[in-house]
């Protein structure tokens, strides 16, 4: 069925698009086509609080920590989901169980940054240069990756929906920055009858420049612009019975899952998600987090469920800076800790389990007695999936100055 | 050797003669080459047009004539001596009051809410932050901004508009334009971010104080103004780079008072009745965490001086931090705990007499600098060398014949070509260690080089959007009323100014800027632009054309093709579009929307509209792009 989807394009636009074309005579890939798998990261800005999303209620030292935000599967109101008899699942991320029990969401605790850094700013830099000790590492994680992956370029090959490029991707590789994708199209505010003509005047001067860079991209952007057809955009309809949040993050995804359906080459895709900082009364079965939570599972689910058959090609992984303090504050939330936990979800993954090195929460255990300490390093995972599902095997490069073990997590 | 190669070589001596012969002043003033474009083949027209391209924001109509009436080479001697009159800028500039703040006046003006809270906390007035109904937010709210009120601060979002605003207008009309383009890429080279928000505060004075009086002059001196700047180090977390490892602070743990109030502290976290149990257990569990960080020692090098290959190793980055240590900000929030600590302890002067260092907004921590002896490159420095150590070292980095070659690639990457010969770069170098840094003797080679002219050259760098941006409005003389609408399209275009989040600042080069999402985007702003539906952005497209109607559009693209790209073969382009255009009954189409807008002024509108379509066009156009 998908590669009709070439024969549409071949027909509608007098011609294969030029990047496609190159693609194609790439002796690398077979078909330009050929499903390449997408990995699509989620960054929860602000730390999101791991022993409240998978909390570790079996540990007594728990319901001392946290007196007040202890929550457990006893529980009648608001049930927690329990995962493993161990941890269990806040029950506003409830939509996640299925897939956990179907075994295609993995769930991976005590993650984060061997850098100990409790500052949001250094801790996400780290995290997305995937360098935790050096700042100064021009690229991120994500668009080496998508150069390690060695297939030619779509200019939807790596696409981030946020309005400024995130650090994440910043690098060598081409990305796309773009909140809206009905953004990409050329726009005549002024006077929409000639916005025709202004693409086709460009399109002529593009074509004409003597400039190589400019003639080559100009030729791909009007491709591109033509493959992603604005109408397509505005009256897309997900799968039946999805309805996605009307949130950042489900409007992102959405967005994404247009992508992905539009066989256009993306490879990774990333979106963001806010308010994880709970400092304030972060509630339990209900309040700031039980709402963030929601959405945050529900888009995701929304997402997953949307891609549909797509779904063998998909693997969503979430991050988060680090994690939040085990014992609660005087204000009824959790300060700026260590580990958190992350989500990885997809038909790759070895799914339904926690995977986790955490000793336990008494006092002797924790990072300056204080935080859930780092027992697993982020880059053990963002490794794994890379490795695994984008058919990456050079760690080195992916990951400089690491060379600690992939963490067993995805079916092989 | 062949003549022209002993030419060459003639040619770099005397310059070097002149560099050493001279002091700067005298120097600039009596060294009065000939630009060789005439060898490259330029017409003097050409050559002034390349001039503006590279050394300024974009000409502006008619900017060739005056440069060729003052002289290439005078013309370019001004620029660096950045004393041209603004007074039509300071006009512009006179309602952005945080340029005449210290940079305590802006901590004191523009506190984060974090400082907020603090304070307020501190003064006993309650915030209530207990419920998150939509209600309780609300309250929560308006209790930020009663305090706001009453102490008289104003949001940090108004710091952050003034800082991108005051950039933009100074691009787009300062007579000194060399200044304003070198302080553009001084900061990209010591970028800092506002990404953290650490270096919201201190960014403004950052680029004002340390980088734009420094940006024509020395380099060692930008070295030590961006090293000693609060911006700098909390961007580059030095004011976390700590020892112990001095006698004040052996003397601080032995002294039995201090002793006892870390034990009286220690009781007081672990007790948890304790109103702060929690809050000490932080701050003694961070003050344990405490020591060395090297993120600045490694950047001055890899990114400041050295380069990356400059021939230092990890043991160089670690020792130059031990050399850094102490080196950090002076507290200026007022009532904030830092300030009254020093207050307490006696104040300034009692610092001074301990061993610190204050240095306006800079303080040199004597009780947290390590003593120890260090060895960094081939500089050893003896034991309790104090503050002046560090100095020292960013003496010796600044004038490393690595760091030469290094800032002198560096700036013939943005001024030259995005891939410049070794040639030109040892002759930068040369002149960079000869005067010790002097960055106008730099650029003076460069712009004397033959490289600088060559054909191949000409046309060949891609701007960034932000010159894309203020390019276009010195092109047809635009007045910006609203600058920060240029700041959300740069963003969109891909260059989200003073927010670059790694130290690496943007890369400079074509590969970086161009991509399909930002070309999109840079059309759209050319129509954006030229129709004026970019708000608080206004044209008069006529009076480029002293107000004459072109008669056709084909006269139109002819007219304001030479005038937007002047000294540049516009033909070709213009041949490929009058097919278009007729094709499509252009102006048939734009004429019927206006018509029924508005009938009383359908004429001017018509041409107006058709003029704008077509400066559009040529703003978007590849040939706009380059510069």
Known sequence: MRNSAMALFAAGFGGVPNFIARAASNKKIIAPYKKNKVLVCIFQRGAMDGLMAVSPYADASLKTLRPTLYMSPAETEGKMFDLDGHFGLHPSLAAFAPMFTEKRMAIVHGVGSPNNTRSHFDAQDYMESGTPFNKGTASGWLNRAVGLTGHEASPFRAVSLTSAMPRILYGDNEALAINNLQDFAIQNRANAGTANIAGKSFEELYDATSSDILNKTGKESFEAMKMLNVNNLKNYKPAADVVYPNSALGNSLKQIAVLIKMDVGLEVAFAESGGWDTHFNQGTTNGLLANNFKDFSNSITAFWKDLNNYQDDVTVMTMTEFGRTAFQNGTGGTDHGRASCLFVLGNDVQGGKVYHNIKSLAREDLEDKRDLPVSTDFRSVFSAVANNHLNIHDNKSLFPEWDENVLQMMRT | ?627
């Not at chain 2, 003097?44 to 004539?65: M, V, Y």
């Not at chain 2, 002067?349 to 061993?355: F, H, I, N, S």
């Open chain 2, 1 to 627: 050797m062949n003549f022209k190669r002993m030419g060459k070589c003639f040619f770099v001596s005397i310059i070097l003669f002149a560099l050493s012969a001279f002091t700067q002043k005298t120097f600039v003033e009596k060294y009065k080459p000939k630009f060789p474009y005439k060898k490259a083949g330029l017409t003097k027209r050409e050559a002034a047009a390349h001039l503006l391209n590279r050394f300024t924001f974009g000409p502006t109509p008619n900017q060739i004539d005056e440069v060729l009436e003052i002289g290439l080479e005078k013309w370019f001697n001004q620029q660096l001596t950045e004393t041209l009159d603004d007074s039509d800028l300071q006009k512009r500039l006179v309602n952005y009051d945080v340029l005449s703040m210290s940079t305590e006046q802006i901590v004191n003006t523009f506190p984060n809410q974090g400082q907020i809270i603090a304070l307020a906390k501190s003064n006993n007035i309650i915030l209530k932050n207990t419920d998150t109904t939509a209600k309780g937010k609300e309250e929560y709210k308006e209790q930020l901004k009663q305090i706001m009120q009453q102490y008289g601060y104003k949001p940090v979002a108004e710091l952050e508009r003034q800082l991108i605003n005051q950039k933009i207008l100074r691009a787009a009309y300062s007579n000194n334009q060399l200044q304003e383009v070198m302080t553009d890429f001084w900061f990209n080279h010591f970028n800092v971010s506002l990404t953290k928000p650490q270096c919201l505060q201190y960014t403004f004075t950052y680029e004002r104080d340390a980088i734009r009086p420094n940006a024509l002059g020395n380099f060692s001196k930008i070295l030590l103004t961006t090293a000693k700047h609060p911006a700098m180090l909390e961007y580059l977390d030095n004011t976390l780079s700590v020892s112990t490892n001095n006698p004040l602070s052996q003397k601080q743990n032995n002294n039995p008072a201090a002793k006892l109030l870390q034990q009286k502290l220690t009781d007081m976290a672990n007790d948890s009745s304790q109103k702060n149990s929690a809050f000490l257990k932080q701050m003694l569990d961070a003050k344990k965490t405490q020591g060395l960080n090297e993120n600045y020692a490694r950047e001055i090098m890899e990114l400041h001086t050295l380069g990356v290959d400059g021939g230092y190793t990890q043991n160089d980055v670690t020792q130059l931090a031990r050399a850094l240590t102490g080196w950090s900000a002076m507290p200026l929030l007022r009532d904030g705990a830092a300030k009254k600590l020093i207050d307490k302890a006696g104040g300034v002067e009692k610092l001074r007499e301990r061993g610190f260092i204050v240095d306006s907004i800079f303080l040199f921590r004597a009780d947290k600098h390590d003593e120890g002896e260090k060895i960094i490159l081939t500089q050893t420095l003896p034991a309790n060398g104090g503050y002046a150590e560090g100095e020292k070292m960013i003496e010796f980095l600044a004038t490393h014949p690595s760091t030469a070659k290094f800032i002198s690639k560096k700036l013939a990457t943005r001024f030259v070509s995005d891939h410049p010969s070794d040639d030109l770069i040892n002759k930068m170098a040369a002149a960079f260690l000869k005067t010790k840094g002097n960055i106008k003797s730099v650029l003076i080679v460069m712009v004397n080089s033959d490289e600088f002219w060559k054909a191949d050259v000409l046309r060949e760098k891609i701007k960034s959007p932000f010159e894309l941006a203020i390019s276009s409005v010195r092109a047809t003389k635009a007045e910006v009323q609203q600058p920060f609408q240029l700041f959300l399209w740069c963003t969109k275009m891909g260059q989200k100014f003073y927010y670059y989040q790694a130290p690496t600042g943007f890369p400079d080069k074509a590969s970086y800027w161009i991509n399909s999402g930002s070309l999109l985007n840079r059309m759209n702003f050319g129509l954006a632009f030229a129709t004026e539906k970019i708000p608080g952005i206004k044209l008069n497209l006529s009076a480029l054309n002293n107000n004459q109607e072109p008669e056709s559009i084909e006269a139109a693209l002819n007219i304001y093709s030479n005038t937007l790209l002047p000294e540049r073969d516009n033909s070709k382009n213009i041949q490929r579009l009058i097919p278009l255009i007729n094709d499509n009954n252009l102006e048939k189409k734009i004429n019927n929307v206006t018509a029924v807008k508005n009938d009383m002024v359908l004429n001017d509108k018509k041409n107006n509209n058709m003029i704008a379509q077509v400066v559009g066009v040529i703003i978007g156009s590849p040939e706009f792009q380059r510069k």
